[in-house]
Each structure stands twice: as structure tokens, then as C-alpha cells.
């Protein structure tokens, strides 16, 4: 037993990245075209740099699975090093290692390490080249517009340097929202009300009058990629339709500044074949897509974001095959659900002075 104790693989702690990371991560994620690359910066993840410093992935640890957030950010060289490097890390600490939301060109990579893949959903692109409110596919959007500028709604672009002196506003309006949803806050795949976090951002807002309504923080990939967003919240008296219209006026926005793409975000469990030789787990997927609303409301949210258009590419896991894949989607959705504290403050660093922050 005691030689046991003392060769058994030791459990792994819930490390932060530090400031100096969160800078090279910066410096990394700035041309990258991917907009949530940018969910790095939440300091709720590990990171994990190429030995060059020039590429680095995301995890965290949850059960027995190290759950990587997307794919490595950086060359496919460096990439391909990294995904070996984590694989090596879970076999010396007798762990998984699961790839969460992972596209569709690095496959080949995760086989390779002996992982399968399996489909989670699918996300919406919609492009920003030629998007206008022109032409009858656009007319409920130009109806929700016309709507909110006669309920006197008014959206602006709120600078970095500006987001400051609208935070207790900001705030607010997450508050309202959060006890409207009876919700609370997440994290690793999805950002949070973090006063450190917030401050990298441009804001996209919606006034009514001087009261802000609604807003969401910007992922700005600065490649001129995607434009995404990250929290998306409203007060609860906000008029109906306000959601609707930020998001159009953030297309519009992103096409008059030359995105590429907007990204909606996922659709889960979306776009899986029910046919009978399809596999097992797309056929529970298309079950629970089908059924399960009382859940999660799967076929609304991808109905709502087909207003807009999108294109939509598929979204995987990849993970060891058998049991271990029922144990890391356990894992995954204990890490994601996972209730976090309203303000997360890290203890090893003092609260952010104005030049602290870096601007994505």
C-alpha cells in the first residue's frame, strides 16, 4: 500500500495563468482570425505555450479528464506539438485529455493521439461581406429595427478606454438579467461579469434615453476574421426585440469595419444524422435536439439565429474512445455548468490599475 501511495499519479491543482501569461496570450491571440481565442483571457483556464512561446492552448482539469478549450492557438506545426505534449501530460498523470469544441480541419491531429470525435453541435457564421437589411430575406430584420427606433433604442460603440465609467451601469443590467433567467454565472467555455476580464473590450450597448438597456462585450479577432460576442445581457423592462437589434446593428457595424464574419455562437446538438446506421450518439443527440425542450431549448436557438442568414460548421469533441468518452462528456458538462461566483477575484494579484488591461 504505501508503495502504491507513493507511485500512484498525483492529482493536479486548479492553477491560474499569471499576469505574464495573460500578456503573451494577448500577444498570441492579436491577428489570430478566430474571435473566442479571446476566452483565454477569462484566467479561469491553464495555458499551455509552445516551447517558442509563440502558440499555446487552454485547459483545465475537471474529474479525470483535461478538458482543452477548442483548438491550439497558433502554426499547425505548433499545434500538432502541443496537442502531443498534453497527450503525454495526461498519461504521466494517469488522466484523459478531451478537446472541447474543436473544428473539423484538425481531426486528423487528434486521431493521430489516439482520441475519436464526436459532433456537438454546430456554429453559426454569418457573413459580413456583402450584409445589409436589403432584399425580402431581411425583412423581419428591418421590421425589428424600425420597431426598436420608434421605442427610441440607440446603439453605440463603447472604446476600452470608455467601458470604465459604464460599469456599475453594466452592472446593473447583468444583474437584472441574471435573476430574470434565475441563471448564474459560468465559465471556461463562456466569459462572466469579472471587472478584470471586461476591461480588455469594446462594448456593444443599446440606450434608451441615457439608460443603457442592453449590452454585449466584443471579441474582435484584429485579422479582421470573426466578430463575436461573449456576455449578452438586458434588463428585464428592456422593449421587446432589443437582442434582435443589437445583434443586427453589430453586423452592420462589422461590415462597415471589414469582418469577415459574425460568429452566433453554438447550436448544440444541431446538424446530427437520425438515420438508423447513423451512430449511437447522434442518434441520442437527435433525440434530446428533437425532445428535450423541456432542458434546453435546442430548436429555438438554432431557429433564432437562421434569421440571420449563417453558414454553419460543425463543432466536435474528441476524447478516448469508449468509457472514457462517457467519462469525459460527464466531465465536460460538470466543468461548464460549473457555478462560479458573481466577481471572481484572484488573490495572487492586486485589483487592475488603468494601464493593466490589454485591448482585444
Given at each position: 500500500?504505501?508503495?502504491?501511495?507513493?507511485?500512484?499519479?498525483?492529482?493536479?491543482?486548479?492553477?491560474?495563468?499569471?499576469?505574464?501569461?495573460?500578456?503573451?496570450?494577448?500577444?498570441?491571440?492579436?491577428?489570430?482570425?478566430?474571435?473566442?481565442?479571446?476566452?483565454?483571457?477569462?484566467?479561469?483556464?491553464?495555458?499551455?505555450?509552445?516551447?517558442?512561446?509563440?502558440?499555446?492552448?487552454?485547459?483545465?482539469?475537471?474529474?479525470?479528464?483535461?478538458?482543452?478549450?477548442?483548438?491550439?492557438?497558433?502554426?499547425?506545426?505548433?499545434?500538432?506539438?502541443?496537442?502531443?505534449?498534453?497527450?503525454?501530460?495526461?498519461?504521466?498523470?494517469?488522466?484523459?485529455?478531451?478537446?472541447?469544441?474543436?473544428?473539423?480541419?484538425?481531426?486528423?491531429?487528434?486521431?493521430?493521439?489516439?482520441?475519436?470525435?464526436?459532433?456537438?453541435?454546430?456554429?453559426?457564421?454569418?457573413?459580413?461581406?456583402?450584409?445589409?437589411?436589403?432584399?425580402?430575406?431581411?425583412?423581419?430584420?428591418?421590421?425589428?429595427?424600425?420597431?426598436?427606433?420608434?421605442?427610441?433604442?440607440?446603439?453605440?460603440?463603447?472604446?476600452?478606454?470608455?467601458?470604465?465609467?459604464?460599469?456599475?451601469?453594466?452592472?446593473?443590467?447583468?444583474?437584472?438579467?441574471?435573476?430574470?433567467?434565475?441563471?448564474?454565472?459560468?465559465?471556461?467555455?463562456?466569459?462572466?461579469?469579472?471587472?478584470?476580464?471586461?476591461?480588455?473590450?469594446?462594448?456593444?450597448?443599446?440606450?434608451?434615453?441615457?439608460?443603457?438597456?442592453?449590452?454585449?462585450?466584443?471579441?474582435?479577432?484584429?485579422?479582421?476574421?470573426?466578430?463575436?460576442?461573449?456576455?449578452?445581457?438586458?434588463?428585464?423592462?428592456?422593449?421587446?426585440?432589443?437582442?434582435?437589434?443589437?445583434?443586427?446593428?453589430?453586423?452592420?457595424?462589422?461590415?462597415?469595419?471589414?469582418?469577415?464574419?459574425?460568429?452566433l455562437g453554438m447550436a448544440p446538438l444541431a446538424g446530427?444524422?437520425?438515420?438508423?446506421?447513423?451512430?449511437?450518439?447522434?442518434?441520442?443527440?437527435?433525440?434530446?435536439?428533437?425532445?428535450?425542450?423541456?432542458?434546453?431549448?435546442?430548436?429555438?436557438?438554432?431557429?433564432?439565429?437562421?434569421?440571420?442568414?449563417?453558414?454553419?460548421?460543425?463543432?466536435?469533441?474528441?476524447?478516448?474512445?469508449?468509457?472514457?468518452?462517457?467519462?469525459?462528456?460527464?466531465?465536460?458538462?460538470?466543468?461548464?455548468?460549473?457555478?462560479?461566483?458573481?466577481?471572481?477575484?484572484?488573490?495572487?494579484?492586486?485589483?487592475?490599475?488603468?494601464?493593466?488591461?490589454?485591448?482585444?
Amino acid at each position: 500500500m504505501a508503495l502504491w501511495q507513493l507511485m500512484r499519479p498525483q492529482p493536479v491543482g486548479r492553477e491560474v495563468p499569471t499576469s505574464d501569461d495573460l500578456a503573451k496570450v494577448s500577444r498570441i491571440i492579436t491577428g489570430w482570425p478566430v474571435a473566442d481565442a479571446a476566452l483565454a483571457l477569462l484566467g479561469d483556464k491553464r495555458i499551455l505555450f509552445d516551447d517558442e512561446e509563440d502558440a499555446f492552448l487552454m485547459y483545465q482539469v475537471q474529474g479525470r479528464s483535461w478538458i482543452v478549450m477548442g483548438d491550439p492557438i497558433g502554426s499547425p506545426q505548433a499545434a500538432e506539438r502541443l496537442v502531443w505534449r498534453i497527450r503525454e501530460l495526461t498519461d504521466r498523470h494517469g488522466a484523459r485529455p478531451v478537446f472541447y469544441q474543436v473544428g473539423d480541419t484538425r481531426l486528423g491531429m487528434y486521431a493521430d493521439v489516439g482520441l475519436v470525435a464526436i459532433k456537438m453541435g454546430e456554429e453559426a457564421l454569418v457573413s459580413l461581406h456583402d450584409f445589409s437589411l436589403e432584399g425580402p430575406s431581411r425583412a423581419n430584420l428591418r421590421r425589428t429595427q424600425k420597431r426598436a427606433q420608434r421605442d427610441g433604442l440607440v446603439f453605440e460603440i463603447v472604446s476600452v478606454e470608455r467601458a470604465p465609467q459604464y460599469k456599475a451601469e453594466f452592472r446593473e443590467v447583468s444583474d437584472s438579467w441574471l435573476n430574470s433567467k434565475g441563471a448564474h454565472e459560468k465559465g471556461f467555455s463562456l466569459g462572466r461579469f469579472d471587472d478584470r476580464y471586461l476591461s480588455n473590450f469594446r462594448f456593444g450597448v443599446v440606450k434608451q434615453g441615457d439608460r443603457i438597456v442592453a449590452f454585449a462585450n466584443l471579441w474582435t479577432a484584429d485579422g479582421k476574421g470573426e466578430l463575436s460576442i461573449d456576455l449578452m445581457r438586458h434588463r428585464q423592462d428592456a422593449p421587446d426585440g432589443t437582442m434582435e437589434f443589437l445583434f443586427t446593428e453589430l453586423m452592420l457595424w462589422g461590415a462597415s469595419e471589414g469582418f469577415a464574419f459574425f460568429n452566433l455562437g453554438m447550436a448544440p446538438l444541431a446538424g446530427l444524422d437520425s438515420r438508423p446506421l447513423a451512430p449511437l450518439w447522434h442518434r441520442l443527440g437527435t433525440a434530446m435536439f428533437r425532445n428535450g425542450e423541456h432542458f434546453y431549448n435546442f430548436q429555438g436557438l438554432r431557429a433564432y439565429k437562421n434569421k440571420f442568414g449563417p453558414v454553419w460548421r460543425s463543432r466536435y469533441l474528441a476524447a478516448p474512445g469508449g468509457l472514457g468518452l462517457t467519462g469525459a462528456l460527464l466531465d465536460v458538462t460538470a466543468l461548464v455548468n460549473k457555478r462560479i461566483p458573481a466577481q471572481r477575484v484572484d488573490r495572487t494579484q492586486q485589483d487592475p490599475g488603468p494601464n493593466d488591461s490589454v485591448a482585444v
